[in-house]
C-alpha cells in the first residue's frame, strides 16, 4: 500500500461550491504539506503543519484552508471554489530534520468549470 | 526575482550523453538543496539532496553545490530514455531553529533523452 495516499484522485466541480481534498500518511511524520503545481511554475506551497497544533500558511494560502485532523491526515478545503483554482494538487510529508526528505502522494487533480 | 531558477527547457540529449541541470536560488541562507525528478502524470520523488559545497555522486547521478554563486546543479551520466521527465530544483528557505523545512520549487526543467 502507498505511504501517502490522496482522494479523490480527480475532482471536477463548479465554481462556488466547496471541495475538501484528503491527504493519509502511513509513514509516522510529524510534518505534513500542501502544494499545488500549474504548468510552468512548478510547486507551491499553500500550508504546512509541523504537528496536529500547528498549522502555517505558505505562499498562496489565500482562498484555501486546511485541518490536521490527526498525524496522520491533513485536509486542504476550497470554501468557494474559482477557476484560477484548477490545478494538480499534491500532498506531502517528511520527518522534523531540516535536510529530511519530503515524500508526495500521488496528487488530485482538479478542475472548477 | 524569483527565489528558485531554472531553465524550463526542453532540454533534448542523446542517449549516453551527459544530461546538466542547472538551477540557481536567492537565499543566501539556505542550507539544503534537493533534487526531484516528476515523470509526467506522477507525483514528485527525491533522486539527490546535498548540503554542502563540492560534489556528491549517487550512481550516474552527481549534484553539485556552489553556496558562493548560490547555484545547485545535477548531473545524469550515460543518460537514458527512462532518464526523461521533468526534473525540479527545491531549496530549504525554512528557519534553521525550528529544523523546518520550506521547501520553494523551481518550474522545473524538462529532460528529453532521445534514443
Known amino acids: 500500500d502507498a505511504d501517502v495516499t490522496q482522494t479523490p484522485r480527480n475532482r471536477i466541480t463548479k465554481t462556488g461550491k466547496r471541495i475538501m481534498l484528503e491527504c493519509s500518511q502511513t509513514?509516522?511524520?510529524?510534518?505534513m504539506y500542501w502544494y499545488r503545481q500549474d504548468p510552468g511554475l512548478g510547486l507551491r506551497l499553500i500550508y504546512y503543519s509541523f504537528d496536529v497544533k500547528d498549522i502555517n500558511k505558505g505562499e498562496i494560502s489565500d482562498g484555501y484552508s486546511v485541518s490536521r485532523q490527526a498525524q496522520a491526515k491533513f485536509s486542504l478545503s476550497l470554501e468557494s471554489a474559482i477557476p484560477n483554482q484548477t490545478a494538480l494538487y499534491f500532498c506531502a510529508t517528511s520527518g522534523t530534520g531540516s535536510t529530511d526528505t519530503q515524500y508526495f502522494g500521488p496528487g488530485t487533480r482538479l478542475t472548477v468549470l | 526575482q524569483k527565489e528558485v531558477e531554472q531553465n524550463s527547457g526542453p532540454l533534448s540529449v542523446p542517449e549516453g550523453a551527459i544530461a546538466s541541470l542547472n538551477c540557481t536560488y536567492s537565499?543566501?541562507?539556505?542550507?539544503?538543496f534537493f533534487w526531484y525528478r516528476q515523470y509526467s502524470g506522477k507525483s514528485p520523488e527525491l533522486i539527490m539532496s546535498?548540503?554542502?559545497?563540492g560534489d556528491k555522486e549517487d550512481g550516474r547521478f552527481t549534484a553539485q553545490l556552489n553556496k558562493a554563486s548560490q547555484y545547485v546543479s545535477l548531473l545524469i551520466r550515460d543518460s537514458q530514455p527512462s532518464d526523461s521527465a521533468t526534473y525540479l530544483c527545491?531549496?530549504?528557505?525554512?528557519?534553521?531553529?525550528?529544523?523546518?523545512?520550506?521547501?520553494?520549487f523551481g518550474q522545473g526543467t524538462r529532460l528529453t533523452i532521445n534514443p
Open positions: 546535498i548540503y554542502s559545497n
Open positions: 527545491a531549496v530549504n528557505i525554512g528557519p534553521i531553529i525550528q529544523g523546518a523545512q520550506k521547501l520553494v
Open positions: 537565499d543566501r541562507v539556505s542550507q539544503s
Open positions: 509513514k509516522g511524520h510529524d510534518r
